[in-house]
Nanobody, 116 residues
Framework: QVQLVESGGGLVQPGGSLTLSCAVS????????VNWYRQAPGKQRELVAM???????KVADFVKGRFTISRDNAQRTVNLHMNNLNPEDTAVYYC??????????WGQGTQVTVSS
């Protein structure tokens, strides 16, 4: 089993920055990728960024140049760094991990609100 706990969400003004953190615990050795998703009210959940076991990263086109994803192995966290936020980035952000045997794990989500 893998446990994921997100933190770092909150209210930020347009143009501001936030860093979300996903703390990973449990059977970490079974994980081969960690992703950040988001879901805005009335919209489908969408993939924002991903990092695989070797450390390769990818971000969605709609956040490219503003968001980056990184991993801190010592802290066992996967972080989503968000810059130049705009109201369209308002959503609940979820951490997701994929592991052996097609296991799929989710955190509880953290709310990000971009508003003046």
């Amino acid at each position: 089993q893998v446990q994921l706990v997100e933190s770092g969400g909150g209210l930020v003004q347009p143009g501001g920055s936030l860093t979300l953190s996903c703390a990973v615990s449990g059977s970490i050795a079974s994980i081969y990728g960690v992703n950040w998703y988001r879901q805005a009210p009335g919209k489908q959940r969408e993939l924002v960024a991903m990092i695989d076991y070797p450390g390769n990263t990818k971000v969605a086109d709609f956040v490219k140049g503003r968001f980056t994803i990184s991993r801190d192995n010592a802290q066992r966290t996967v972080n989503l760094h968000m810059n130049n936020l705009n109201p369209e980035d308002t959503a609940v952000y979820y951490c997701n991990a994929q592991g052996d045997g097609d296991q799929d794990y989710w955190g509880q989500g953290t709310q990000v609100t971009v508003s003046s």
